[in-house]
């Protein structure tokens, strides 16, 4: 038998301590329609359910990082609806900093040399995430709002290289992100929904 990992243990233990008293609130904090013991919402750009038994997207196990991200989603999430604007940088969120090279290096970088590919794939990566248009004002080329989780929000917003600037991307937060997971997760969810971007862009 497979020894579980140390992301299986947590998203389990997270779980656990969830269905010990979800609350009969528990569909609306996590913007969820609720089957008896089993949520379902959209998370990561999949169709993801919550049961006793563990967390599926798609129909598959999530035993790794997103397996934890969501269960932690199941365990923070407030009864506050998502708040959009002001949007905010990751470096305005609280007790950031630890996580700021690390988050510049996975959630905006790795898009950089895809901008191009990005644009051309808007409207799908949109659909796919439940998203809409960035909200006026925010500058850029382009850019669009996402949902990796019902009640947390991201802006990307896009610059296209010209002849005197590089291409760059900007990640923004929903204003009241950290009422439903903690920073550092957030920092985790920036990096796994530009994951998930490029995937669509190369598929």
Sequence with gaps: MTEKSNYQ?????????FYEDPGADAAARLGADRRSDEFFFRA??????????????????????LGVLISMYALYASQASCIIEPLKSFNELPDSMPYTAAFAARTQQPIVARVEAVGQNTQRII?????K????????DFGFL?????????????YRADEDFPASVTCLYSANAVAHLPTDALADVGE????????LVQG
Excluded: W
């Design 44 to 65: 990561f750009g999949g169709r993801c359910r919550i049961s006793p038994a563990g967390i599926t997207l798609e129909g598959q196990p999530q035993a790794g990082v």
């Design 146 to 158: 996402l949902y990796p989780l019902p009640k947390i929000a991201l802006c990307y917003v896009f």
């Design 133 to 140: 248009n960035p909200p006026a004002g925010m500058g850029g």
């Design 192 to 199: 796994y929904t530009s994951r998930e971007i490029l995937h």
């Design 9 to 17: 243990k947590i998203a389990e233990n997270n779980l656990r301590r």
């Design 127 to 131: 659909d796919v995430f439940s998203g």
